[in-house]
């Protein structure tokens, strides 16, 4: 059986509270929820984490190599500053989706450039709850394509 790891940095802790017009309603736990029913509906496992320490994200990273087979990771405003988290994607040999819950595209200009999309073997944004879905399933078809 598969199993992803879905990563979730700086202030994911707060969905359903921080900017419900931009991120929605839902919560944290309802993310992770629908990731975790997702991924086991597709004979896979999915372990969240969250966040908020870049240290901790590296970390968490790090323990994923030899551990899962694959990462959704929304590294939140990290996705536009952490020359470290680029670092950690590109040492740990998985495939990491980048996904962002908004189109960061249409947000502030600072949002348009990803540090980590260049080490990230895809990147979904814009998608609401279902960036993570999505992500699940993009994870499991390179998976599968590997065996």
Do not use: W
Request: aromatic share 4%; proline share 2%.
């Amino acid at each position: 059986m598969a199993s992803l790891l879905i990563l979730n940095g700086p202030n994911l802790n707060l969905l359903g509270q921080r900017e419900p017009g931009i991120y929605g309603s839902a919560t944290l736990a309802d993310v992770e929820a629908v990731a975790m029913e997702h991924a086991k509906s597709r004979g896979a496992e999915a372990v969240c984490f969250q966040a908020n320490s870049e240290g901790t994200l590296v970390d968490a990273l790090h323990a994923a190599r030899g551990t899962h087979d694959g990462v959704a990771f929304n590294a939140g405003a990290y996705t536009h500053t952490s020359i470290a988290l680029h670092d950690a994607i590109a040492g740990i040999d998985l495939p990491v989706v980048e996904v962002h819950i908004s189109n960061v595209h249409a947000r502030e200009a600072f949002r348009h450039h990803s540090q980590i999309a260049r080490v990230c073997t895809g990147v979904i944004c814009g998608f609401g709850m279902a960036s993570y879905t999505l992500a699940i399933d993009a994870l499991l078809g390179l998976i599968e394509a590997k065996k």
